[in-house]
Protein backbone atom coordinates (compact mmCIF):
# COMPACT_ATOMS: atom_id res chain seq x y z
CA UNK A 1 0.00 0.00 0.00
CA UNK A 2 1.52 3.20 -0.99
CA UNK A 3 0.01 6.55 0.45
CA UNK A 4 0.71 10.11 -0.89
CA UNK A 5 -0.57 13.44 0.49
CA UNK A 6 -0.82 16.49 -1.18
CA UNK A 7 -2.43 19.74 -0.53
CA UNK A 8 -0.70 21.68 2.02
CA UNK A 9 0.93 24.86 2.16
CA UNK A 10 1.15 28.52 3.30
CA UNK A 11 -2.13 30.27 5.01
CA UNK A 12 -2.76 32.83 7.08
CA UNK A 13 -5.17 32.40 10.04
CA UNK A 14 -8.85 31.80 9.55
CA UNK A 15 -7.78 30.10 5.90
CA UNK A 16 -8.83 27.10 4.59
CA UNK A 17 -6.75 23.93 3.08
CA UNK A 18 -7.91 20.86 1.70
CA UNK A 19 -5.18 17.94 2.60
CA UNK A 20 -5.89 14.45 -0.19
CA UNK A 21 -4.56 11.30 0.32
CA UNK A 22 -4.09 8.98 -2.41
CA UNK A 23 -4.09 5.37 -1.99
CA UNK A 24 -2.70 2.60 -3.94
CA UNK A 25 -1.39 -1.00 -3.69
CA UNK A 26 -3.19 -3.66 -1.89
CA UNK A 27 -5.92 -0.92 -0.17
CA UNK A 28 -8.85 -3.44 -0.21
CA UNK A 29 -8.25 -4.76 3.21
CA UNK A 30 -7.49 -1.28 4.49
CA UNK A 31 -10.37 -0.57 7.41
CA UNK A 32 -9.23 3.10 8.87
CA UNK A 33 -7.61 5.73 6.76
CA UNK A 34 -6.23 8.46 9.77
CA UNK A 35 -4.03 11.89 9.57
CA UNK A 36 -1.87 12.57 11.68
CA UNK A 37 0.45 15.76 12.77
CA UNK A 38 4.07 16.54 14.05
CA UNK A 39 4.62 19.89 14.86
CA UNK A 40 8.66 20.66 15.68
CA UNK A 41 9.95 19.41 18.95
CA UNK A 42 6.14 17.66 19.55
CA UNK A 43 5.21 14.16 19.27
CA UNK A 44 3.00 13.06 16.24
CA UNK A 45 -0.70 13.38 16.96
CA UNK A 46 -3.88 11.84 15.59
CA UNK A 47 -5.62 14.37 13.93
CA UNK A 48 -9.01 12.49 12.22
CA UNK A 49 -9.57 9.08 10.83
CA UNK A 50 -12.47 7.45 8.80
CA UNK A 51 -13.64 4.09 8.25
CA UNK A 52 -13.87 1.98 4.91
CA UNK A 53 -17.09 2.25 4.98
CA UNK A 54 -17.31 5.46 5.25
CA UNK A 55 -19.83 4.95 8.75
CA UNK A 56 -17.44 6.46 11.35
CA UNK A 57 -15.51 9.61 11.70
CA UNK A 58 -13.09 10.65 14.41
CA UNK A 59 -11.48 14.18 15.65
CA UNK A 60 -9.44 15.29 17.98
CA UNK A 61 -11.12 17.64 20.50
CA UNK A 62 -8.72 20.30 18.99
CA UNK A 63 -9.70 19.83 15.37
CA UNK A 64 -13.67 19.14 15.73
CA UNK A 65 -16.03 21.89 14.27
CA UNK A 66 -13.16 22.97 12.08
CA UNK A 67 -11.77 19.84 10.07
CA UNK A 68 -13.72 17.40 7.73
CA UNK A 69 -12.51 14.39 6.46
CA UNK A 70 -14.20 12.31 3.77
CA UNK A 71 -13.24 9.60 1.45
CA UNK A 72 -13.85 8.92 -2.02
CA UNK A 73 -13.73 5.12 -2.33
CA UNK A 74 -13.86 5.37 -6.38
CA UNK A 75 -11.06 7.39 -6.15
CA UNK A 76 -9.12 5.78 -3.30
CA UNK A 77 -8.59 9.19 -2.02
CA UNK A 78 -9.15 10.68 1.61
CA UNK A 79 -9.53 14.19 2.07
CA UNK A 80 -9.02 16.47 4.73
CA UNK A 81 -11.10 20.18 4.21
CA UNK A 82 -9.28 22.40 7.15
CA UNK A 83 -10.77 25.42 7.82
CA UNK A 84 -10.86 28.53 10.28
CA UNK A 85 -6.75 27.34 10.65
CA UNK A 86 -4.97 28.39 13.57
CA UNK A 87 -1.50 28.81 13.75
CA UNK A 88 -1.42 25.67 15.99
CA UNK A 89 -2.52 23.86 13.35
CA UNK A 90 0.48 24.58 11.61
CA UNK A 91 3.05 21.05 11.05
CA UNK A 92 3.80 17.88 9.05
CA UNK A 93 0.92 15.98 8.41
CA UNK A 94 0.84 12.43 7.49
CA UNK A 95 -2.07 10.38 6.15
CA UNK A 96 -1.76 6.62 7.39
CA UNK A 97 -3.62 2.98 6.74
CA UNK A 98 -4.56 0.44 9.13
CA UNK A 99 -6.00 -2.95 8.68
CA UNK A 100 -7.40 -3.07 12.17
CA UNK A 101 -10.26 -1.91 14.06
CA UNK A 102 -10.72 2.21 13.92
CA UNK A 103 -11.92 2.12 17.48
CA UNK A 104 -8.02 2.77 18.20
CA UNK A 105 -7.54 5.49 15.31
CA UNK A 106 -5.90 7.87 17.77
CA UNK A 107 -2.60 5.78 18.70
CA UNK A 108 -0.26 6.07 15.31
CA UNK A 109 0.92 2.48 16.26
CA UNK A 110 -2.45 1.05 15.40
CA UNK A 111 -1.34 1.97 11.80
CA UNK A 112 0.49 -0.39 9.18
CA UNK A 113 1.57 2.42 6.03
CA UNK A 114 2.63 5.96 6.36
CA UNK A 115 2.85 8.56 3.81
CA UNK A 116 5.41 11.52 3.16
CA UNK A 117 3.72 13.96 4.64
CA UNK A 118 2.80 17.45 3.32
CA UNK A 119 3.62 20.68 5.29
CA UNK A 120 1.29 22.93 6.83
CA UNK A 121 2.05 26.33 7.88
CA UNK A 122 -0.29 28.43 9.52
CA UNK A 123 0.32 32.37 9.97
CA UNK A 124 -0.55 34.74 12.00
Known amino acids: VQLVESGGGLVQAGGSLRLSCAAS????????IGWFRQAPGKEREGVSC????????YYADSVKGRFTISRDNAKNTVYLQMNSLKPEDTGVYYC??????????????????WGQGTQVTVSS
Open 96 to 113: AAGYGSDYYWISASHYDY
Open 25 to 32: GSIFSINA
Open 50 to 57: ISSSNTNT
